[in-house]
């Protein structure tokens, strides 16, 4: 394992990518993307609530056990998809449209 300063981005990252409760390494955006590939197909049209109520968070949360606010880190999660481009925010209310 290499030496990584506490405090720096490398820390973080390593921390993002560390073996999560079922033995693969997984950061949040991937286990996000792979849910909404998962729940809904290309064009559909889903709210924030149905990926907080759909089982598939409760395993996210299992997952990631060091996360004490998932429901935030999703949304964080969520902008970023946005922002590649996999999303679209339809409005203010907690509704995104999936585009690829």
Not at 28 to 41: F, G, M, P, T, Y
Not at 43 to 56: A, S, V
Request: charged residues 30%.
């Amino acid at each position: 394992m290499t030496d990584v300063k506490p405090g720096t981005l490398a820390s973080k990252e390593f921390r993002s990518r560390k073996r999560c409760t079922y033995g693969m390494q997984t950061t949040w955006r991937e286990d996000v993307a792979r849910i909404v590939r998962r729940l809904w197909a290309i064009g559909e049209t889903f709210h924030l609530h149905q990926l907080y109520e759909h089982n598939e968070f409760g395993d996210l949360v299992r997952r990631h056990p060091g996360n004490h606010t998932p429901r935030e880190k999703v949304r964080q999660v969520l902008q970023g998809l946005r922002d590649e481009g996999m999303l679209e925010f339809i409005d203010y209310n907690g509704t995104y449209k999936r585009l690829r």
